[in-house]
Protein backbone atom coordinates (compact mmCIF):
# COMPACT_ATOMS: atom_id res chain seq x y z
CA UNK A 1 0.00 0.00 0.00
CA UNK A 2 2.99 2.40 0.41
CA UNK A 3 4.01 1.55 -2.90
CA UNK A 4 0.48 2.49 -3.95
CA UNK A 5 0.63 6.16 -2.20
CA UNK A 6 3.75 7.03 -3.50
CA UNK A 7 2.64 6.17 -6.94
CA UNK A 8 -0.26 8.33 -6.27
CA UNK A 9 1.96 11.29 -5.22
CA UNK A 10 4.19 10.62 -8.45
CA UNK A 11 0.76 10.79 -10.68
CA UNK A 12 -0.36 13.85 -8.98
CA UNK A 13 3.06 15.45 -10.04
CA UNK A 14 2.94 14.45 -13.10
CA UNK A 15 -0.71 16.14 -13.48
CA UNK A 16 0.23 18.78 -12.22
CA UNK A 17 2.86 19.61 -14.84
CA UNK A 18 0.57 18.70 -17.40
CA UNK A 19 -1.87 21.07 -15.77
CA UNK A 20 1.01 23.78 -16.14
CA UNK A 21 1.22 23.33 -19.65
CA UNK A 22 -2.79 23.28 -20.49
CA UNK A 23 -2.37 26.72 -18.54
CA UNK A 24 0.46 27.99 -20.69
CA UNK A 25 -1.92 28.28 -23.43
CA UNK A 26 -4.27 30.50 -22.00
CA UNK A 27 -7.90 31.03 -22.91
CA UNK A 28 -6.62 30.50 -26.93
CA UNK A 29 -8.18 26.69 -26.71
CA UNK A 30 -11.59 28.23 -26.00
CA UNK A 31 -11.32 31.13 -27.66
CA UNK A 32 -10.21 29.08 -31.07
CA UNK A 33 -13.16 27.05 -30.36
CA UNK A 34 -15.42 29.69 -29.84
CA UNK A 35 -14.33 31.25 -33.17
CA UNK A 36 -14.32 28.25 -35.06
CA UNK A 37 -18.06 27.48 -33.68
CA UNK A 38 -18.65 31.28 -34.68
CA UNK A 39 -17.30 30.71 -38.12
CA UNK A 40 -19.27 27.41 -38.63
CA UNK A 41 -22.92 29.62 -37.66
CA UNK A 42 -22.19 32.34 -40.14
CA UNK A 43 -20.99 30.12 -42.87
CA UNK A 44 -24.31 27.83 -42.50
CA UNK A 45 -26.24 31.04 -42.37
CA UNK A 46 -24.05 32.66 -45.40
CA UNK A 47 -25.10 29.61 -47.37
CA UNK A 48 -29.05 30.00 -46.19
CA UNK A 49 -29.18 33.26 -47.63
CA UNK A 50 -26.85 31.83 -50.70
CA UNK A 51 -30.02 29.50 -51.26
CA UNK A 52 -32.52 31.98 -50.65
CA UNK A 53 -30.85 34.21 -53.85
CA UNK A 54 -30.94 31.32 -55.85
CA UNK A 55 -35.02 30.45 -55.57
CA UNK A 56 -35.65 33.95 -55.68
CA UNK A 57 -33.57 34.48 -59.22
CA UNK A 58 -35.50 31.33 -60.28
CA UNK A 59 -38.77 32.71 -59.41
CA UNK A 60 -37.70 36.13 -60.98
CA UNK A 61 -36.95 34.52 -64.62
CA UNK A 62 -40.34 32.50 -64.29
CA UNK A 63 -42.03 35.81 -63.57
CA UNK A 64 -40.54 37.88 -66.26
CA UNK A 65 -41.17 34.98 -68.81
CA UNK A 66 -45.07 34.98 -67.46
CA UNK A 67 -45.47 38.31 -67.82
CA UNK A 68 -43.81 38.28 -71.68
CA UNK A 69 -46.26 35.29 -72.20
CA UNK A 70 -49.27 37.45 -70.76
CA UNK A 71 -48.22 40.65 -72.76
CA UNK A 72 -47.88 38.48 -75.96
CA UNK A 73 -51.81 37.35 -75.20
CA UNK A 74 -52.38 41.03 -74.72
CA UNK A 75 -50.92 42.27 -77.97
CA UNK A 76 -52.57 39.56 -79.69
CA UNK A 77 -56.10 40.14 -78.32
CA UNK A 78 -55.97 43.90 -78.99
CA UNK A 79 -55.43 42.68 -82.57
CA UNK A 80 -58.45 40.62 -82.52
CA UNK A 81 -59.89 43.67 -81.58
CA UNK A 82 -59.73 45.29 -85.54
CA UNK A 83 -61.22 41.71 -86.61
CA UNK A 84 -64.22 41.04 -84.12
CA UNK A 85 -67.91 41.40 -86.20
CA UNK A 86 -70.50 41.83 -83.07
CA UNK A 87 -70.70 42.84 -79.69
CA UNK A 88 -70.39 39.93 -78.62
CA UNK A 89 -67.16 38.79 -80.09
CA UNK A 90 -65.76 42.19 -78.90
CA UNK A 91 -66.59 41.80 -75.15
CA UNK A 92 -65.48 38.42 -74.92
CA UNK A 93 -62.26 39.66 -76.84
CA UNK A 94 -61.65 42.53 -74.33
CA UNK A 95 -62.63 41.04 -71.15
CA UNK A 96 -59.35 39.14 -72.40
CA UNK A 97 -57.28 42.04 -72.56
CA UNK A 98 -59.01 43.28 -69.27
CA UNK A 99 -57.49 39.95 -67.52
CA UNK A 100 -54.68 40.12 -69.16
CA UNK A 101 -53.52 43.61 -68.01
CA UNK A 102 -55.18 42.44 -64.31
CA UNK A 103 -52.67 39.55 -64.40
CA UNK A 104 -49.52 41.57 -65.85
CA UNK A 105 -50.38 44.46 -63.06
CA UNK A 106 -50.05 41.29 -60.35
CA UNK A 107 -46.77 39.55 -61.57
CA UNK A 108 -44.97 43.03 -61.78
CA UNK A 109 -46.29 43.82 -58.23
CA UNK A 110 -44.57 40.00 -57.52
CA UNK A 111 -41.67 41.19 -59.36
CA UNK A 112 -40.84 44.64 -57.80
CA UNK A 113 -41.26 42.33 -54.44
CA UNK A 114 -38.84 39.99 -55.50
CA UNK A 115 -36.45 42.79 -56.92
CA UNK A 116 -36.60 44.32 -53.11
CA UNK A 117 -35.59 41.02 -51.51
CA UNK A 118 -33.24 40.40 -54.10
CA UNK A 119 -31.61 43.69 -53.30
CA UNK A 120 -31.69 43.44 -49.14
CA UNK A 121 -30.54 39.36 -50.04
CA UNK A 122 -27.37 40.75 -51.76
CA UNK A 123 -26.11 43.78 -48.91
CA UNK A 124 -27.14 40.38 -46.10
CA UNK A 125 -24.89 38.28 -48.07
CA UNK A 126 -22.12 41.09 -48.70
CA UNK A 127 -22.15 41.71 -44.67
CA UNK A 128 -21.69 38.16 -44.09
CA UNK A 129 -18.88 37.52 -46.08
CA UNK A 130 -17.19 40.35 -44.57
CA UNK A 131 -17.76 38.78 -41.11
CA UNK A 132 -16.61 35.71 -42.53
CA UNK A 133 -13.83 37.29 -43.62
CA UNK A 134 -12.77 39.01 -40.52
CA UNK A 135 -13.40 36.02 -38.79
CA UNK A 136 -11.53 33.67 -40.54
CA UNK A 137 -8.21 36.17 -40.37
CA UNK A 138 -9.01 36.02 -36.33
CA UNK A 139 -9.55 31.79 -36.48
CA UNK A 140 -6.48 32.02 -38.17
CA UNK A 141 -4.04 34.14 -36.17
CA UNK A 142 -5.60 32.93 -32.47
CA UNK A 143 -5.04 29.27 -33.85
CA UNK A 144 -1.32 29.53 -35.21
CA UNK A 145 -0.26 31.47 -31.74
CA UNK A 146 -2.18 27.83 -30.07
CA UNK A 147 -0.32 25.82 -32.37
CA UNK A 148 2.70 27.12 -31.98
CA UNK A 149 2.49 26.78 -27.90
CA UNK A 150 1.61 23.49 -28.75
CA UNK A 151 4.30 22.74 -30.86
CA UNK A 152 6.70 23.79 -28.22
CA UNK A 153 5.55 22.13 -25.42
CA UNK A 154 4.60 19.12 -27.29
CA UNK A 155 7.81 16.97 -26.91
CA UNK A 156 7.88 17.99 -22.84
CA UNK A 157 3.88 16.72 -23.03
CA UNK A 158 4.81 13.75 -24.71
CA UNK A 159 7.00 12.71 -21.89
CA UNK A 160 5.20 13.64 -19.62
CA UNK A 161 2.47 11.35 -20.41
CA UNK A 162 4.94 8.58 -21.19
CA UNK A 163 6.04 8.72 -17.66
CA UNK A 164 2.62 9.53 -16.45
CA UNK A 165 1.11 5.60 -18.19
CA UNK A 166 4.60 3.83 -16.60
CA UNK A 167 3.04 5.46 -13.45
CA UNK A 168 -0.55 4.55 -13.74
CA UNK A 169 0.26 1.05 -15.06
CA UNK A 170 1.67 0.49 -11.50
CA UNK A 171 -1.63 1.11 -9.65
CA UNK A 172 -4.33 -0.55 -9.01
CA UNK A 173 -7.45 0.57 -11.05
CA UNK A 174 -10.04 1.52 -7.96
CA UNK A 175 -7.23 3.34 -6.57
CA UNK A 176 -6.95 5.70 -9.81
CA UNK A 177 -10.93 5.97 -10.15
CA UNK A 178 -10.98 7.37 -6.83
CA UNK A 179 -7.58 9.73 -7.39
CA UNK A 180 -9.22 11.03 -10.85
CA UNK A 181 -12.70 11.59 -9.21
CA UNK A 182 -11.21 13.63 -6.35
CA UNK A 183 -8.97 15.09 -8.41
CA UNK A 184 -11.89 16.29 -11.02
CA UNK A 185 -13.95 17.89 -7.69
CA UNK A 186 -10.56 19.44 -6.14
CA UNK A 187 -8.99 21.97 -8.48
CA UNK A 188 -6.36 18.42 -9.31
CA UNK A 189 -5.04 18.42 -5.85
CA UNK A 190 -6.05 13.97 -4.77
CA UNK A 191 -3.30 13.70 -3.01
CA UNK A 192 -1.92 15.32 0.45
CA UNK A 193 0.21 15.26 3.16
CA UNK A 194 -0.90 15.56 6.95
CA UNK A 195 0.77 18.67 7.82
CA UNK A 196 1.00 19.76 11.67
CA UNK A 197 -1.56 17.46 12.45
CA UNK A 198 -3.87 18.86 9.94
CA UNK A 199 -4.98 17.78 6.73
CA UNK A 200 -2.71 19.71 3.49
CA UNK A 201 -5.47 20.20 1.43
CA UNK A 202 -8.59 21.73 3.63
CA UNK A 203 -6.31 22.29 6.84
CA UNK A 204 -8.80 20.38 8.99
CA UNK A 205 -7.65 18.66 11.76
CA UNK A 206 -6.87 14.75 11.85
CA UNK A 207 -7.22 12.85 14.89
CA UNK A 208 -4.07 11.56 15.98
CA UNK A 209 -5.00 7.79 15.84
CA UNK A 210 -6.34 8.59 11.93
CA UNK A 211 -2.71 10.63 11.60
CA UNK A 212 -1.36 6.91 12.91
CA UNK A 213 -3.20 4.93 10.62
CA UNK A 214 -1.87 7.25 7.60
CA UNK A 215 1.26 6.98 8.89
CA UNK A 216 1.57 3.45 8.49
CA UNK A 217 0.51 3.25 5.40
CA UNK A 218 -1.32 0.03 5.38
CA UNK A 219 -4.58 1.23 3.27
CA UNK A 220 -5.54 4.58 1.49
CA UNK A 221 -6.86 7.01 3.98
CA UNK A 222 -9.05 10.21 2.99
CA UNK A 223 -9.81 13.26 4.97
CA UNK A 224 -13.23 13.13 6.47
CA UNK A 225 -13.37 16.86 5.45
CA UNK A 226 -12.52 17.03 2.25
CA UNK A 227 -11.89 13.66 1.10
CA UNK A 228 -9.19 14.09 -0.47
CA UNK A 229 -6.03 10.83 -0.11
CA UNK A 230 -4.05 12.02 3.45
CA UNK A 231 -0.01 10.05 3.13
CA UNK A 232 2.46 10.97 5.76
CA UNK A 233 5.51 13.11 5.29
CA UNK A 234 8.57 12.41 7.75
CA UNK A 235 9.45 15.77 7.73
CA UNK A 236 6.40 17.87 8.04
CA UNK A 237 7.88 21.30 8.10
CA UNK A 238 9.06 20.93 5.17
CA UNK A 239 5.79 20.57 2.78
CA UNK A 240 4.49 23.24 0.89
CA UNK A 241 1.11 22.69 -0.85
CA UNK A 242 -1.08 24.91 -2.87
CA UNK A 243 -4.68 23.90 -2.12
Known sequence: MRESIKHLIQLQELDKQLDELERAKGGLP?????????????????????????????????????????????????????????????????????????????KETELLQLIEREDGLKQEIADLEAVIQKLEADFEQQNAILQEKIAANAKVEAELQAQRQQVVEKIRVQHIKLYEKIRS?????????????????CYTNIPPQRSMEVRDGDKLIVCESCGRIL????DEASVSVES
Open 30 to 106: QKVRELEDQLQSKRDELREKQDEFESLQKNKRQLERDIENLQESKKKYEEQLYSVTTNKEYDAVTLEIETAVQNIDT
Open 185 to 201: HKDGLAVVPIIRGACGG
Open 231 to 234: FWQE
